[in-house]
């Protein structure tokens, strides 16, 4: 499978535990993407990179909230002192070179705070 | 702040109906205009796009119409069929190598 993928598919954690998420991007696709989506709602933009380049966080985002993609490949999303609030589908995106623009989404990674 | 709109947020047809979805966006800046479809699942996955330089585009079925004056944007499926049945969302976008913000999705289901 050459699709994007994205570990663990699901994470049941206590709330003030720091989770991760990892996500690896279709090959050489050179911008990577993290989304944040609840039920019944449409994904909610988070942060992206281009190569190993943060370009944008959103400003909705926490503190609490950390991505990294220190080789321009894999990419990890940190939640640290999770909240209830925190409990969604964690989706990660690539988009190769150009200006195609078409994001190429994982399966999520679905994170429960209890 | 940028805002995308989207109505109906549920809908449902008889196979071999034609189904349409509107959406608006706030950002007057935005210039790429694309569409995916979520099965139960998965992740989103692109069906159309379109930009700011053209009015319509159609792909067989599907068909999206932009109208940048009024910042509405509107997906066309014609002949719908059982595996139409999915969520769709629109989004909108300064370029289409940047970040695009999502509505909040419409939920079509194509009875046979």
């Known amino acids: 499978d050459t699709g994007v993928s994205q570990d663990p598919r699901h994470k049941i954690t206590k709330r003030g535990q720091n989770v991760t998420f990892r996500c690896d991007p279709i090959s050489e696709h050179n911008r990577l993407y993290w989304y944040r989506q609840t039920l019944g709602q449409g994904p909610e933009f988070l942060t992206y990179?281009?190569?190993?380049?943060?370009?944008?966080k959103s400003r909705l985002l926490s503190d609490r909230f950390s991505a990294e993609r220190p080789k321009g490949s894999f990419s990890t999303l940190e939640i640290q002192r999770t909240e209830q609030g925190d409990s969604a589908m964690y989706l990660c995106?690539?988009?190769?070179?150009?200006?195609?623009?078409?994001?190429?989404f994982g399966e999520g990674s679905r994170l429960t705070v209890l | 702040g940028e805002n995308v709109e989207q109505h109906p947020s549920t809908l449902s047809v008889q196979e071999g109906d034609s189904a349409v979805i509107k959406c608006t966006y706030s950002d007057s800046a935005s210039n790429y205009f694309p569409w995916y479809k979520q099965e139960l699942g998965k992740g989103p996955q692109l069906i159309i796009d379109i930009r700011s330089n053209v009015g319509e585009k159609k792909d067989q079925r599907i068909a999206v119409t932009l109208n940048k004056t009024a910042k509405h944007f509107s997906l066309h499926i014609t002949e719908t069929q059982p595996e139409d049945s999915a969520v769709y969302f629109c989004a909108s976008g300064e370029t289409s190598y940047d970040k695009v913000i999502f509505g909040p999705g419409t939920s079509l289901s194509v009875i046979p």
């Open positions: 990179f281009q190569n190993e380049a943060q370009l944008e």
């Open positions: 995106a690539s988009s190769p070179p150009g200006s195609a623009g078409e994001l190429f």
